[in-house]
């Protein structure tokens, strides 16, 4: 895409970009894939301390906008019973994730994409279209017409056109998808598969780690047959608990393979019985020593090693670990079919340190103040959520403007106009140098946000309360989760904030709640409200602020 300084050339598909008047500093203007829809323009501000009009009746002087608009407005989003490969090898829900959860995304390293751990930067809900991609191997994945896979040819929305307006890389039958395809469904915890992890883990004779310990206290209350029998017809269940047990104290995973070293041959003979039941193909090894020890190896790739981990619910962490390998498989990844549902679904999303994730074993690409947007040609609707402009120079603009002798270290504010900790903050990163700044100044500062990727910096804000009063406030003006999901799309959930408020006083933090805009008709009500504010306070806040709905001109509109 080419500036001409003031409006943008047509792209390919005849569509034009939102003309550039106004605005000066222009680095460059981007589209991200993490925000599809979304037009970045970069730009070296001049200044980021900016008075507040004399007019103004609000209770502070100053403020600092790193962004101009909001990128809050979700794009891509995922079904939320998509299971999602958390950096312990497990599995959970999309919908249950939490902010700073540790899960797998992916880092290419010379040839090969490789799994790596990543924390979770934000998470959000929304409604949207909902289509449903199968793939080869049975894979189901519902997602959002604009969420992106990795395919064999690079990245690709669900949903495209080959020309005109909506014109992208999107899947089509003759894409495959990367990954190892479908995760496998957890073990249930019943007594049957208890009875066999305490059978398992007692026919070991190496030392319990503390996670196995641990496990064997819970379960044997529960369990009142004698752990070293063996039922002549066991239960899928106890078969599952018995692989764990085993695998726990006997097992080892590393550089790709998956071994157990058995010296009983009535535990080997139990163990292949369970493997063969669950379909895993398997070799058993004569390493020639003494004692009669056989090994026994799982074969196939990471997707079988993944899928005994999932079948079979090991305690010990560290033996799940994956970091590092290459994303090879032979599974078979190839798009069947891409179907519309016809029907708009609660879908949700996540930002990662890494950019993407692992959704249902294929690699998923994360989704990473109005009337002040006017000046710049830009309108106060639309244009506030897809043209976004990041003053990437802040920080270090901010630093000289605090170091001026006129400046009298006086409250800034920031969050009272664009939100400072939007999904683009993950990407960009420009708080933590802005609070540094302010802090090495003397300068006291608060910061208003929807955003949970304000979690990331909470340490750092810990650390300069001690030199500098540090307030926070968290914007929450419902519970109704449906709701939410209607008047702010794309933003964290009701649930993900309060959680947010809980992270900030553990850390011995002043966080206050912001109950805006209260609704008429809508969150109004003497139920709604006394729900909410029932939620702050246990939520631990240390006071909550009440606004009625006001729309200015631009907003009102």
Known sequence: ??????????????????????????????????????????????????????????????????????????????????????????????????VGEQVYGTRLEGRYRRYIPTRVLAHWATMKPAYRVTLEDGTQLVA????????????????????????????????????????????????????????????????????????????????????????IAPEEDWQRGFLAGLFDIEGSHSRGILRLPLTDATVLSTARVALKRFGFAHVVEDPGRAGGLRVLRLAGGLGERLRFFHTTGPAVTRKRTIDGTAIKSAAKLGVVSVEPLGKRLPLFDITTGAGDFIANGVVSHNCFARNTHTYLDFDAGRDFDTQVVVKVNAPEVLTAQLRRRSWQREHVAMGTNTDPYQRAEGKYELMPGIISALARSGTPFSILTKGTVLARDLPLL???????????????????????????PGTP?????????????????????????????????????????????????????????????????
């Open 462 to 488: 810990r650390s300069v309360s001690a030199d500098v009063s540090v307030g926070l406030g968290v914007s929450i003006a419902l519970l109704d989760r449906e709701l939410q999901r209607t008047l702010e």
């Open 144 to 231: 959002s017409g604009d969420h992106r896979f990795l395919t064999n040819r690079g990245w690709k929305h669900v949903t495209g056109a080959r020309q005109g307006a909506a014109r992208r890389p999107h899947l089509t039958t003759g894409n495959a998808l990367l990954g190892v395809g479908r995760f496998a469904a957890g073990p249930p915890d019943t007594p049957a598969y208890r009875a066999g992890y305490l059978a398992g883990a007692h026919a070991g004779r190496r030392p319990a780690e503390a996670e196995v310990l641990d496990r064997l206290r819970r379960f044997a209350p529960d369990c009142d047959v004698d752990a070293g029998e063996f039922p």
């Open 1 to 98: 895409m080419r500036w001409d300084g003031q409006r943008a050339d047509k792209r390919a598909d005849g569509s034009a970009e939102q003309a550039l008047l106004g605005v000066s500093g222009l680095i460059r203007s981007v589209r991200s894939p993490e925000f599809s829809g979304v037009t970045f323009h970069e730009v070296h501000a001049r200044s980021v301390l900016n008075k507040v009009p004399n007019a103004s009746r609000m209770p502070f002087q100053w403020t600092v906008n790193p962004y101009r608009g909001c990128s809050h407005a979700c794009t891509y989003c995922l079904a939320g019973d998509t299971p999602i490969l958390l950096a312990d090898g497990r599995t959970k829900p999309l919908a249950e994730l939490r």
């Open 493 to 557: 959930s009701p649930q993900a904030r309060l959680e947010l408020v809980r992270k900030a006083r553990e850390a011995g933090l002043s966080c206050g709640v912001f109950v805006a805009p209260v609704l008429p008709g809508l969150t109004d009500s003497v139920e709604a409200l006394d729900g909410l504010l029932a939620a702050v306070a246990e939520a631990g806040a240390t006071g909550v602020t009440v606004i009625p709905l006001h729309l200015r001109p631009g907003a009102r509109e």
